[in-house]
């Protein structure tokens, strides 16, 4: 199977790897981390974690597809993914994680957003993109609504406040031909 490679200006998106097991593994281990994904922190060593992401890796689930954010050298930063993907509705949620501090507030995860986006738009044919993001992180508002996602509304979900952020088909396109 050919791997995945999404070229941007600063990232490329890729298929996931096995080599991205201990970047994910102290990600997920990271307190600050595990609170702006509304996860807790992950407490699994490192070996069980490893085998149980090979077999993520090598039996993947149909309504999840999982990308590698690296730098245009190669270097792996974070994470994104699309999930809960319905062909028939023609919809999914992404998400994104980057994992390296030091590319924070940079426009590396807008950028691996904008991408992302692309490629369910224009290979996957979604008609509707949404997402959840903690009320409480304004970063991470802003980086969305900057990528054409609108808030929709809050939602409660396991004890956290979100705002469901969604983006369209037609908003996009729309989007595409302004810019």
């Not at 593994?25 to 609170?35: F, M, V």
């Not at 957003?113 to 802003?142: D, G, I, P």
Request: proline share 3%; with cysteine.
């Amino acid at each position: 199977m050919t791997e995945t490679s999404i070229l941007g200006q600063k990232v490329v998106l890729r298929d996931k790897r096995i080599e991205d097991g201990e970047d994910d593994h102290r990600w997920r281990s990271d307190q600050e981390l595990a609170e702006l994904d509304a996860a807790p922190r992950l407490r699994q060593p490192l070996a069980d974690f490893l085998r149980d992401y090979a077999n993520e890796l090598k039996y993947p689930t149909p309504w999840v597809r999982r990308y590698g954010i690296d730098t245009l050298d190669g270097l792996h930063i974070g994470n994104c993914m699309v999930y809960d993907i319905d062909n028939f509705k023609g919809q999914c949620e992404v998400g994104i994680l980057v994992g390296n501090r030091d590319y924070w507030g940079r426009g590396y995860g807008r950028e691996a957003v904008q991408l992302l986006v692309a490629q369910c738009f224009k290979n996957a044919a979604m008609s509707r993109l949404y997402l959840h993001t903690l009320e409480w992180n304004a970063r991470a508002r802003r980086a969305f609504a900057m990528c054409g996602f609108k808030e929709v509304k809050p939602v409660r979900r396991a004890g956290y406040n979100f705002i469901l952020m969604e983006l369209t088909r037609e908003d996009w396109e729309t989007r595409q031909d302004g810019a």
